[in-house]
């Protein structure tokens, strides 16, 4: 298996932290999207990463898609739960922490017009997302170690990824510690973790 990325997308990150929890070996071939050579409309006509490409030459995406064929490769440590209860809490904390990362990235290519270009309006409605999702993921995990049932899943690898996100791209604006303690307390935690530690978003 291979996957297509990049470096700071918080969805391929979701992806690269599933499969080194899971103890999964796949290659990784990071692309420039705005290369005309990028081989990622090659495996899915949205050209957008995270795209995993199978050992018989299909591909999977998009990150939720990936993430769940990774996690029924192996019994191994389920990320996401079987039982159904408390594999919908699991997946509404991901579809959260991914909603907010939709709106943070929606709001940086935004802000990477120039100044004539930008709708003030529309950054002003995708930082609305953002931190009304951040408000409410944090008053949702409140004092609670992991996000659901006390137990190490998908739903914090989620957050965790958007947390990297937002502070690489909005810490001068927003506050983890101040802000949003919980989340913060979370994110130290995670960062204790081999697998957070080797995908670190780095500053571009």
């Known amino acids: 298996m ?10 391929a990150r979701k992806v690269r932290i599933v499969a080194a929890e899971k103890h999964i070996e796949m290659a990784l071939e990071e692309v420039v999207l705005a290369a005309h050579d990028c081989p990622v409309k090659l495996y899915n006509p949205l050209g957008k990463v995270p795209v995993l490409i199978l050992a018989d ?19 191994l440590a389920h990320l996401i739960p ?21 709106a943070a990235v929606a709001t940086m290519l935004e802000q990477r017009k120039s100044a004539q270009a930008q709708d003030e309006n529309f950054i002003a409605r995708q930082m609305g997302k953002v931190t009304l999702g951040l408000q409410a993921l944090n008053d949702d995990l409140g004092k609670n170690k992991w996000c659901v049932n006390g137990i190490f899943s998908l739903a914090d690898i989620a957050v ?38 080797e995908s670190l978003p780095i500053p571009n």
């Open 57 to 75: 030459g299909d591909s999977l995406y998009d990150s939720r898609v990936i993430v769940e064929y990774l996690d029924n490769r192996t019994p």
């Open 160 to 197: 965790g990824c958007m947390l990297g996100y937002v502070n690489l791209r909005f810490g001068s604006v927003i506050n983890l510690t101040t802000q949003y303690p919980n989340l913060d307390r979370l994110q130290v935690a995670l960062l204790k973790r081999q697998s957070f530690k």
């Open 2 to 11: 291979k996957l297509l990325y990049t470096i700071n997308s918080p969805y």
């Open 82 to 102: 079987q039982d159904q209860g408390a594999k919908i809490k699991v997946r509404r904390w991901e579809a959260l922490a991914d909603g907010v990362c939709d």
